[in-house]
């Protein structure tokens, strides 16, 4: 639920306003789980944990043969995955942006068991091959990266809105935008 929920963009110089808002607000978030769960015990057993592995999109831009983001990768690879999380036992979904993607486990691990750690690597493994697998049909290559070399940068991206390769000023773009 939380990344699904779409708000405006704040500039900063309007965000600093709320600073001391957000920090009450996970303060008093934080006293209210503690109080909520401080007198629960689980036991060991039932616990479970799970991954999450983020890939950056990638394709070779026709214009200049040069490898770039594709900031529309995600919409073109989450549909071979829609409906297939019982069959692959993970879930792809869309991370910080369009052409950045998470992978998660479909059921989480058990906390308490010797074979967990073996269990999250192929799951893991698996997850990178089968996404891969697709990217790759539709020409796109996976990576990843904390952070592209040269995000932000003119002409550091592929994109299917034809639209986005006349802007000339990407910061005044988004601060008009607020994307």
């Given amino acids: 639920v939380f990344l699904k929920e779409s708000t405006d963009i704040l500039l900063w110089e309007e965000a600093i306003e ?16 503690f109080k909520k769960f401080k ?4 036991n060991l057993e039932d616990l479970r944990w799970g991954d999450e592995m983020e890939y950056e999109l990638f394709t070779k831009d026709p214009r ?3 490898l ?21 036992d993970f879930i792809v979904q869309q991370e910080f942006c369009g052409f950045m993607i998470e992978t998660v486990p479909y059921q989480p691990f058990k906390l308490y068991d010797v074979n967990t750690s073996l269990d999250a690597f192929h799951n893991l493994v698996k997850r990178r091959n089968r ?4 990217a790759s049909k539709i020409d796109l290559q996976l990576v990843s990266l904390a952070n592209f070399p040269n995000l932000g940068a003119k002409d ?22 607020r994307s």
């Fill in 64 to 66: 200049d043969d040069q």
């Fill in 156 to 177: 550091a991206f592929v994109t299917d809105n034809k639209e986005l390769y006349e802007i000339e000023d990407y910061e005044e773009h988004n601060i008009d935008t």
């Fill in 68 to 88: 770039k983001i594709h900031i529309d990768g995600y919409g073109h690879i989450s549909k071979r995955f829609v409906g297939q999380e019982k069959t692959e």
């Fill in 18 to 33: 709320y600073q001391q808002q957000i920090k009450d607000s996970g303060i008093k978030q934080a006293i209210n789980l």
């Fill in 131 to 134: 996404i891969g697998e697709e």
């Fill in 39 to 42: 007198d629960i015990y689980i």
